[in-house]
């Protein structure tokens, strides 16, 4: 990893390019960006019900009755349609609850094994200070998370493509197997401010404990100095 670039944050008054499919996705370029790609196992139905389920329960807390069906169908969109003042609470429900499945360790967790995990962060690294800036990343036995910025020309989708479908004919190949590895949605967050690119950062090297893991199970890297010394301006 090259020297420690100068990372910016979400600027409300820019343009913004907003997507849709099972998520939303937000690009502003030049700014950072925590995303989060998994493996095609790493959430079973019974994980989705259950995050399905927390949401229904938060909504009803709030006097707000809809089925899961209805949640379901409208997907990412489904925030679109709340009061103003719930959009932000719900989507942090509706995140937090999402990478608690996640760590809850689902699936084969082939990227326990640290020849996959290699590969990944190889892939990861490989064009570091030319596509994009890395300031760290982690390889988790069924999830990955990087906190980067794209340099210019570069958005967000081509960069995680690159990642996805390589890294998948790579591992699939050394495995001696075929079809498919990553779920193909990215999740991804542009950072707000100085102070959640901290959170973040902290969210991402903190990982392991929170799920149970212990040395070995996985692959941290970071070129970033301690918590407080990155994000806009610094």
């Given at each position: 990893m090259s020297d420690q670039p100068v990372f910016q944050t979400f600027d409300p008054a820019a343009d913004v390019e907003i997507t849709y499919r099972d998520l939303p996705h937000w690009f502003q370029p030049g700014v950072a960006i925590f995303v989060t790609f998994r493996t095609f196992d790493s959430m079973p139905q019974s994980a989705l019900d259950l995050w399905e389920r927390e949401q229904l329960d938060w909504l009803a807390r709030q006097g707000i009755t809809?089925?899961?069906?209805?949640?379901?169908?409208?997907?990412?969109?489904?925030?679109?349609r709340l009061p103003e003042a719930l959009r932000t609470p719900f989507q942090k429900v509706r995140d937090r609850g999402w990478h608690e499945r996640l760590d809850m360790g689902h699936g084969e967790c082939l990227l326990r094994n640290p020849v996959v995990a290699e590969m990944v962060a190889e892939s990861i690294e490989k064009f570091d200070a030319n596509r994009y800036d890395l300031d760290c990343f982690i390889v988790m036995p069924n999830h990955v998370h990087v906190l980067l910025q794209c340099r210019p020309g570069w958005t967000l989708r081509r960069v995680a493509n690159t990642w996805l479908d390589f890294t998948a004919r790579r591992i699939n190949k050394s495995l001696g197997r075929s079809g498919h590895f990553w779920q193909s949605e990215p999740f991804d967050h542009l950072v707000r401010s100085v102070e959640q690119f901290d959170y973040l950062r902290r969210y991402i090297r903190d990982n392991p404990k929170k799920a149970g893991l212990k040395p070995g199970e996985l692959l941290y890297r970071s070129k970033s100095g301690p918590p407080g010394s990155g994000g806009k301006g610094s």
């Open positions: 809809v089925s899961a069906k209805e949640l379901r169908d409208a997907g990412a969109r489904f925030i679109e």
